[in-house]
């Protein structure tokens, strides 16, 4: 049977790197690459590291409002799903690129399949909760990552078709750190392409949304928290807010603040083993720290992922100087605790997908 996986942007490739080596023992997939994330570093460089097989589409679509986004790439996928004839797509997660997958396929009749269905933050001005509640509502088996989720499809009406699966991010968590171990991956470049000297104690830092990183004060008030920690600070910048960080470290003389290109996923899962704390907006990077057990700051007003909250090992900070450092000093408790699964989720998901197309 023949599925088409569609993705776009760099946690879809992450995600679709361990499910997709397992789905091609089973059925013929056909990779659609919606081009919302393009750059080498936010892209290419996952296909390599991760071997993860070369899109059989690259639709080019990237940029401009959500409107036309989405749009341009509804058109454009539902032309592959009519040559193709799928028996059904499969998504990952909450992009734009999710969305018009879910779109095009249900006006089809094609089953949609969901892996990290079901999380809700309850507030419609978060454009992926959008993405979420729209591709689920559309969706024919609901994939979730925890039982957390599971609890918000049932409560919208959604339960026969809702299994708790585990995480395919803690699947590569796992399998990629075992696999880096103690070897730095590769060279940490800095925003001119000069190398950087990785520190033997730093924070590991992402941040990329809007809310955040989208203004001078939001951004320069989370930079100057970092910058006066007591070790240096990496982060890996995103191409949207690459100039404005750029330029705030400048004025500021935020030299404590060491800003990088986005890095490949092997040396991400490198700096989350080896950094001390972690202070991110990203949904894959606060998982990940929990995986780690790493402290970690979500500059961020929603849970997105209850279960790492447990013993403040997680907790939200607004974008303020002084809240980002109070919670950074805040006592917590490492506890073991694993509610994403058991590194092997992926075969789960097979399971379920087997069960959906033999029914
Ligand atoms: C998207 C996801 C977000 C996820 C993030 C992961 C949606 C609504 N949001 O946000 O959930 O956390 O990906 O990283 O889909 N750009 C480049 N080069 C690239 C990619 C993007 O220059 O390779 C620039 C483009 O100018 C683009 C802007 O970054 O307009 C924002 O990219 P976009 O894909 O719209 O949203 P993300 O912020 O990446
Ligand atoms: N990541 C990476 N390089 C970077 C920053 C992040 O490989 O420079 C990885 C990291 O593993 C993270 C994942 O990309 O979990 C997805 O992160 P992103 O913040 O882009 O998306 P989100 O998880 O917020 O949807």
Same mark, same amino acid.
């Given at each position: 049977?023949?599925?088409?996986?569609?993705?776009?942007?760099?946690?879809?490739?992450?995600?679709?790197?361990?499910?997709?080596?397992?789905?091609?023992?089973?059925?013929?997939?056909?990779?659609?690459?919606?081009?919302?994330?393009?750059?080498?570093?936010?892209?290419?460089?996952?296909?390599?590291?991760?071997?993860?097989?070369?899109?059989?589409?690259?639709? !080019?679509?990237?940029?401009?409002?959500?409107? @036309?986004?989405?749009? #341009?790439?509804? &058109?454009? +996928?539902? =032309?592959?799903?009519?040559?193709?004839?799928?028996?059904?797509?499969?998504?990952?997660?909450?992009?734009?690129?999710?969305?018009?997958?879910?779109?095009?396929?249900?006006?089809?009749?094609?089953?949609?399949?969901?892996?990290?269905?079901?999380?809700?933050?309850?507030?419609?001005?978060?454009?992926?909760?959008?993405?979420?509640?729209?591709?689920?509502?559309?969706?024919?088996?609901?994939?979730?990552?925890?039982?957390?989720?599971?609890?918000?499809?049932?409560?919208?009406?959604?339960?026969?078709?809702?299994?708790?699966?585990?995480?395919?991010?803690?699947?590569?968590?796992?399998?990629?750190?075992?696999?880096? !171990?103690?070897?730095?991956?590769?060279?940490? @470049?800095?925003?001119? #392409?000069?190398? &950087?000297? +990785?520190? =033997?104690?730093?924070?590991?830092?992402?941040?990329?949304?809007?809310?955040?990183?989208?203004?001078?004060?939001?951004?320069?008030?989370?930079?100057?928290?970092?910058?006066?920690?007591?070790?240096?600070?990496?982060?890996?910048?995103?191409?949207?807010?690459?100039?404005?960080?750029?330029?705030?470290?400048?004025?500021?003389?935020?030299?404590?603040?060491?800003?990088?290109?986005?890095?490949?996923?092997?040396?991400?899962?490198?700096?989350?083993?080896?950094?001390?704390?972690?202070?991110?907006?990203?949904?894959?990077?606060?998982?990940?720290?929990?995986?780690?057990?790493?402290?970690?700051?979500?500059?961020?007003?929603?849970?997105?992922?209850?279960?790492?909250?447990?013993?403040?090992?997680?907790?939200?900070?607004?974008?303020?100087?002084?809240?980002?450092?109070?919670?950074?000093?805040?006592?917590?408790?490492?506890?073991?605790?694993?509610?994403?699964?058991?590194?092997?989720?992926?075969?789960?998901?097979?399971?379920?997908?087997?069960?959906?197309?033999?029914?």
């Amino acid at each position: 049977k023949k599925i088409v996986t569609i993705v776009g942007a760099r946690p879809q490739f992450i995600k679709a790197a361990v499910v997709s080596r397992a789905l091609r023992e089973k059925y013929h997939e056909i990779l659609v690459h919606t081009g919302q994330h393009y750059d080498y570093n936010m892209s290419e460089v996952f296909f390599e590291e991760m071997d993860i097989p070369k899109p059989d589409y690259n639709l !080019g679509i990237s940029g401009g409002t959500h409107g @036309k986004m989405t749009g #341009e790439m509804l &058109i454009a +996928i539902e =032309d592959v799903l009519i040559k193709e004839k799928p028996d059904a797509v499969l998504l990952y997660g909450d992009t734009n690129s999710t969305l018009a997958g879910a779109l095009a396929a249900v006006k089809l009749h094609i089953p949609v399949i969901h892996v990290e269905a079901g999380n809700r933050l309850g507030t419609k001005d978060n454009p992926e909760e959008i993405n979420r509640i729209l591709t689920d509502h559309v969706s024919s088996l609901h994939l979730c990552c925890t039982e957390s989720a599971k609890e918000f499809l049932h409560k919208e009406g959604i339960v026969d078709s809702v299994k708790v699966v585990g995480d395919p991010m803690y699947d590569a968590f796992v399998y990629y750190s075992k696999k880096v !171990g103690d070897e730095q991956p590769e060279t940490l @470049k800095d925003l001119d #392409e000069k190398d &950087i000297i +990785i520190p =033997d104690n730093f924070y590991y830092m992402t941040c990329h949304r809007e809310e955040n990183a989208g203004n001078d004060k939001t951004l320069t008030e989370i930079l100057e928290a970092m910058n006066s920690l007591p070790y240096p600070t990496i982060y890996p910048v995103h191409p949207r807010n690459r100039e404005r960080a750029y330029q705030i470290v400048k004025q500021n003389n935020f030299n404590n603040v060491l800003l990088c290109n986005p890095v490949g996923y092997l040396m991400s899962v490198y700096l989350v083993n080896h950094c001390e704390k972690i202070v991110t907006d990203s949904g894959g990077l606060q998982r990940e720290a929990f995986f780690a057990e790493k402290q970690c700051v979500t500059v961020f007003d929603y849970i997105v992922w209850p279960e790492t909250m447990i013993d403040n090992r997680n907790q939200l900070a607004k974008p303020d100087k002084n809240d980002i450092l109070n919670k950074l000093e805040k006592k917590q408790s490492i506890n073991e605790n694993h509610a994403f699964g058991d590194g092997f989720s992926y075969n789960k998901i097979i399971d379920e997908i087997d069960k959906l197309l033999n029914a």
